[in-house]
Every structure is written in structure tokens, then in C-alpha cells.
């Protein structure tokens, strides 16, 4: 098993969009609807952003919303406020009962 | 709402085994799946395994020869144990509760294990 690719950093203003691809294989992003991104400020443990792909939890802004083509998930944060400012990482069911994760992305918010 | 607290030594000797627990608050253990996630030190997260709270668990291959989880449903408790470690197993370790075999929320605050004579 071979981590997701993600960008190591991703950057925008206040008020833009940016988004964060997260590539993997069709034997996990491209074989399953099981697609999930989490943020992590430092020091902090992971937050649950997005799962299935493009569902957000209760409690999880609007702002934030995913996607899926082929064997790319992709992660867009609209409306960039300064505390969106953190790691973002993707997972993936890899079958097998097994999951994934990506490398992680940096998000700065110029 | 449901809040997961590690606990366990901070320090491990190489070569010795790695032992850590995870209470589970304000809910049951029963009928869900329970994962380990480590990040070493300024790196990113990998996942170690999971199990249901029927004792049946999945790991990571890469970790797999190592690692063994178990679960006590009177304790609200799950475990992992990691043996034989070196300063590469030096990482936060987080418990959190699996959803659907593809999520993970919530999670604990994390501990951090140290590797090292």
C-alpha cells in the first residue's frame, strides 16, 4: 500500500477558493465511494470535514465540500477564513478492510 | 456525544512492546468499529488497524506481523499492543471510532509514545 497522493501545500486569500486533489488507484479512490478528508490544526487531533465523498457531518461549514473523478478526490474550501488555515488529509478504503491516507496538504491562508 | 481519551506510557523501551487504551465516553463500544491512527513526529497519519467490538480486527499489512488490538465491552475499552519497537514507532497515537469501515470521527486527543533507551 502506497500513500495517496496529495500536494505538499495549497495556499489562498481570504474570501477565495481553493481546492486539494488527493490521487490514488482505482484498487481505493477509483474502486469506492469511500473517500474522506480531515483538518488538523497543530497539535490538535484530526477533524472528520467531508466523508462518502462529498457528505459533511452536522456542524461542518458549507464551505467545505468534496468531489470524486476517476481515481482523484478532490477537497474545495470556498469562502477561505483564516482559522481554514491547517493540514488536510484525505482516506480512502483500500478493500481488504483496509484504509488509506494521503501525505497531508498544507493549507495556508495568505 | 461520544469522546475517546488514550492512555498509556509515554516512554518504551527498543524492542519492547508498545501498550495503550481507549475509553470510550458517553456511549457504548458495542456495535461499532474502534481504529488505531500514529503520526510520527512532523510527519503525516497512518493507520494501524481496527476492530469490532465482537474481538474480529483488520490491520494495516505493513504492521500487521506486530500489532494485535482487542476490545473489553465491560470496560468501555479498546487496546493496542505494538511489539518489538524501535525509535521509527515514535509517533502520537490516536483511537477514534470507525464509521462504516471508512471513517474515522470521533477521535481521542492523541499520546504521544517516545521510543527510546
Known amino acids: 500500500q502506497s500513500a495517496l497522493t496529495q500536494p505538499p501545500s495549497a495556499s489562498g486569500s481570504p474570501g477565495q477558493s481553493v481546492t486539494i486533489s488527493c490521487t490514488g488507484t482505482s484498487s481505493d479512490v477509483g474502486g469506492y465511494n469511500y473517500v474522506s478528508w480531515y483538518q488538523q490544526h497543530p497539535g490538535k487531533a484530526p477533524k472528520l470535514m467531508i466523508y462518502e465523498v462529498s457528505e459533511r457531518p452536522s456542524g461542518v461549514p458549507d464551505r467545505f465540500s468534496g468531489s470524486k473523478s476517476g481515481n482523484t478526490a478532490s477537497l474545495t474550501v470556498s469562502g477561505l477564513q483564516a482559522e481554514d488555515e491547517a493540514d488536510y488529509y484525505c482516506m480512502s478504503y483500500a478493500g481488504g478492510n483496509t484504509v488509506i491516507f494521503g501525505g497531508g496538504t498544507k493549507l495556508t491562508v495568505l | 456525544q461520544v469522546q475517546l481519551q488514550e492512555s498509556g506510557p509515554g516512554l518504551v523501551k527498543p524492542s519492547e512492546t508498545l501498550s495503550l487504551t481507549c475509553t470510550v465516553s458517553g456511549g457504548s463500544i458495542s456495535n461499532y468499529y474502534w481504529s488505531w491512527v500514529r503520526q510520527p513526529p512532523g510527519k503525516g497519519l497512518e493507520w494501524i488497524g481496527y476492530?469490532?467490538?465482537?474481538?474480529?480486527?483488520n490491520y494495516n499489512p505493513s504492521l500487521k506481523s506486530r500489532v494485535t488490538l482487542s476490545v473489553d465491552t465491560s470496560k468501555n475499552q479498546f487496546s493496542l499492543k505494538l511489539t518489538s519497537v524501535t525509535a521509527a514507532d515514535t509517533a502520537v497515537y490516536y483511537c477514534a471510532r470507525e464509521r462504516a469501515a471508512a471513517w474515522f470521527d470521533p477521535w481521542g486527543q492523541g499520546t504521544l509514545v517516545t521510543v527510546s533507551s
Open positions: 476492530i469490532y467490538y465482537s474481538g474480529s480486527a
